[in-house]
């Protein structure tokens, strides 16, 4: 695909803004990680709390709370580089259509005026194509890769690791005992590393 420059060059700041950890950028990362593993954290204590005044699937709802918050973060990097590849693929359609109207103007307005028009479409028809990549894409696949930079090391990080943590209230709901056999964490860790691994290949296709 063309302009996969831009997705890997957007990636690469995105690493070593995470890797450098420039105090904004990186905190802003991991920040954005934490509010959507919150959201599902509160949207999962509503429910429970709303099912607890029903007599409803308590452990159901928190095994899938365990989940979705270890996959939120992910499927967050992954949106990002769907959007991020699907600016560049738009970018050559909006800028036929740019212009394709410039064009049209000779149809309907004075010749002058016309030439004007069809500048002025020549000229956002080329920002549309040029500056997508740099100015769209880039930051999106960078934004995804410091997510991802800032994410993935919480996963291994010992018995204070997010997947850890995950790991015994997933237990909890399955067996109703609290522990956390090495089988879980491994399988736990999979999928929350799906999505940046989905949103790699994504970056090199």
Known sequence: MKGRIWLLLGVGVGIAIGVG????????????????????????????????????????????????????????????????????????????????????????????????????????????????????????AALASLIGTEFLPRLVSGRDSVTHSSVITLHQALFATAGSPLWLEVGMLLIAAAPFAIAARFVVR
């Open 21 to 140: 950890r420039m105090p904004y950028f990186a905190g802003a990362a991991g920040s954005l990680s934490d509010t959507a593993q919150r959201v599902v954290d509160s949207a999962g204590s509503s429910l429970l709390h709303g099912v607890a005044e029903r007599g409803g699937f308590r452990r159901v709802i928190e095994g899938l709370s365990a989940v979705l918050g270890l996959l939120v973060p992910g499927a967050t990097a992954l949106l990002l580089v769907a959007a991020a590849r699907f600016t560049l693929r738009l970018r050559l359609f909006v800028g036929v259509v740019v212009l394709v109207l410039g064009v049209a103007s000779f149809f309907y307005l004075g010749h002058g005026l016309a030439i004007g028009v069809l500048l002025l479409a020549v000229g956002a028809a080329a920002v549309a194509v040029v500056a997508t990549g740099p100015l769209v894409a880039a930051p999106l």
